[in-house]
């Protein structure tokens, strides 16, 4: 729903809620909020009377972290503050490796290995929660093991971006991980719905060992960690001194961080697409728009009311508009009923609604407000060429969430022009050395408006600019599609 406003860059700790629009990448979009499309919302129920009784030995983890800094570590040194500082963002580094080693090893131990022995979940369902979680631990425990080899008899480290460098390419494994995410969220929310599911995790949270973060934190863990490294390798290299022997190689790893992560992100945007993809029910064959099989990925997604007060949850696809209406499948299972005829975005027209007016006649304004207030946080979009008009008056929670979708629809309209725009020039460019007098005959000339006319199978030149048309011609008949490109 939209009644949570997800921030550009900071991430949300509670994912189970509402949906707000934003213009963010899809490994972050999922991290802040993966339930903005899929909000199972579970009553609150009594607990079951049998009592599930959690581990001993994991009351032993901390309810909070104790944060500990390098100069802490050490007793006394001789180095520049700006040295210093250097010491202290990788000690962070190495202290962040020791903190996710220990909260996934967790997440094993007290979430993973007792639901699947209580029977709380199956091994299948549990598996798709979890991914490839396990795979990671290892992982992160090589890095571990690396960064303190490289602290000194001083408790410093020298030379980093070397070992960095030979390390980041293993986190290529994360692009399963994350991909398996959007799905994994969605499972997640539907077996909460079940008591025993439910009862378990509400035990686990409320035990000392989990710090008050329920299980989908945790899972998000290894995502939060994999965004910060470009971060944390910016600060040291902001610490770091022109002749050091970092200077050179710490750009280097700060680039291939980068690049991991934009390919983590893509693939898991083409993953969180084609999930919600498969999550639409078409009522009519005309709603199956190609654009919508063809996007690679979501703007925005989340709640809107209708000019009749109705909730939908709209799906801002990369080439496409579609409007929905939530509802569940047999087996609890969210699914989308596509509402009305979704629009593509090449095609879009967006108007904002300013606050106060009715904009769709009086029901429009008896929806929204009930009759007493004024219409706030409305927009429109419309769409006009394949067919009939079409035009949607929609309303968001607030001016935080409309200001989201303006932003993204109007990027949405203007990338999926510039697309349709290249598309066509690539297409419809035709080399000169194929201008040739064959079976599938082509004329050139100039002109101005494509008005033509037809003499002997030649094209006459009505008015002559600096526009070439090509025009291409089978069996003495004009083809419907004509080819365009420019001179000069």
């Known amino acids: ?147 303190e080899r490289l602290r000194g008899s001083e408790k ?32 997640l929310d539907q077996k909460k719905q079940e008591k025993r599911v439910e009862h378990f995790l509400r035990l686990c949270q409320e035990s000392s060992f989990s710090r008050k973060l329920d299980l989908w934190n945790f899972l998000d863990l290894p995502r939060s960690r994999l965004v910060k490294y470009p971060l944390l390798l910016k600060e040291i290299q902001k610490c770091t001194p022109p002749d050091h022997p970092d200077e050179d190689s710490l750009p280097d790893a700060l680039d291939l961080i980068q690049s991991i992560v934009a390919e983590v992100n893509k693939k898991t945007g083409e993953a969180e697409c084609q999930f919600y993809r498969r999550g639409l ?32 949850h709209v799906f801002l696809f990369e ?74 008056s929609l309303q968001a929670n607030d001016s935080f969430s409309k200001q989201q979708w303006i932003t993204c629809l109007r990027q949405a309209i203007v990338q999926s022009r510039d697309r349709n725009a290249h598309t066509s020039q690539s297409q419809l460019s035709i080399p000169h050395q194929s201008l040739t007098d064959q079976t599938d005959q082509q004329r050139v000339c100039r002109v101005s408006i494509c008005t033509l006319e037809r003499e002997q199978n030649k094209a006459q030149t009505v008015c002559e600019t600096e526009t070439c048309l090509v025009i291409r011609t089978v069996s003495h008949r004009w083809k419907m599609s004509l080819y365009f490109y420019f001179s000069g």
């Open 1 to 147: 729903s939209l009644n949570k406003r997800v921030k550009p860059v900071a991430k949300s700790n509670s994912l189970t809620g509402v949906i707000t629009p934003v213009k963010t990448p899809a490994l972050k979009r999922i991290g802040q909020s993966i339930s903005r499309s899929i909000s199972f919302r579970t009553e609150a129920r009594p607990l079951p009377p049998a009592p599930l009784r959690s581990r001993s030995k994991a009351s032993s983890f901390p309810r909070r972290r104790n944060s500990q800094c390098w100069s802490d570590t050490v007793e006394s040194h001789d180095l520049t503050a700006k040295e210093i500082k250097r010491q202290e963002v990788i000690y962070e580094l190495t202290q962040g490796e020791k903190q996710l080693i220990e909260d996934l090893s967790l997440v094993k131990k007290v979430y993973y290995e007792p639901m699947l022995k209580l029977d709380i979940m199956t091994e299948s369902e549990l598996g798709q929660i979890f991914g490839t979680l396990d795979s990671l631990i290892p992982l992160h425990q090589d890095l571990l093991a690396r960064l």
């Open 281 to 312: 029910i078409y009522l009519e064959e005309s709603q199956r728009l190609p654009e919508i099989q063809q996007s690679r990925f979501l703007y925005c997604h989340g709640e809107l009311k209708n000019n009749k007060g109705q909730r939908l």
């Open 156 to 187: 410093t480290v020298g030379e980093v971006g070397p070992t960095l460098i030979n390390w980041f390419p293993c986190l290529e494994a994360y692009v399963t991980y994350c991909c398996n995410q959007v799905g994994a969220k969605a499972l």
């Open 319 to 392: 080439l496409a508009v579609v409007l929905t209406r939530p509802g569940e499948d047999r087996d609890g299972g969210q699914m989308f009923n596509v509402y009305r005829q979704p629009l593509p975005n090449a095609l879009l027209n967006l108007e904002e609604i300013p606050d106060g007016e009715a904009g769709g006649g009086g029901t429009f304004r008896g929806a929204f407000t009930g009759g007493n207030d004024k219409v706030k946080n409305c927009f429109r979009v419309s769409s006009r060429g394949r067919s009939k008009a079409h035009s949607y």
